[in-house]
């Protein structure tokens, strides 16, 4: 049985493999480094709206709001 670590590993290696070979094959890396960007990017608006929808989280709790009432507003 494979740990969940090695399998995002492996998932991770695959991916860069294929990537690169895509890379070769189609003669225009350009391409696919833009495509990297625009998901890396993707994946850092997602975890900034997180953070900041914790630290929302965190000041109504603070003001008194329960916490049926957060999660209808987030």
């Keep these: 049985m494979k740990s969940p670590v090695l399998k995002t590993f492996l998932a991770g ?3 860069g493999i294929s990537m690169t070979a895509l890379s070769l094959y189609a003669q225009k890396p350009g391409y696919f480094v833009t495509s990297l960007e625009t998901i890396a990017e993707m994946g ?3 975890k900034d709206k997180k953070e900041e929808n914790k630290f929302l ?3 109504l709790k603070a003001m008194g709001f329960s916490d049926e009432e ?3 507003n987030l």
């Design 57 to 59: 989280r965190k000041r």
């Design 70 to 72: 957060i999660n209808e």
């Design 13 to 15: 290696v695959a991916f």
């Design 44 to 46: 850092r608006t997602r």
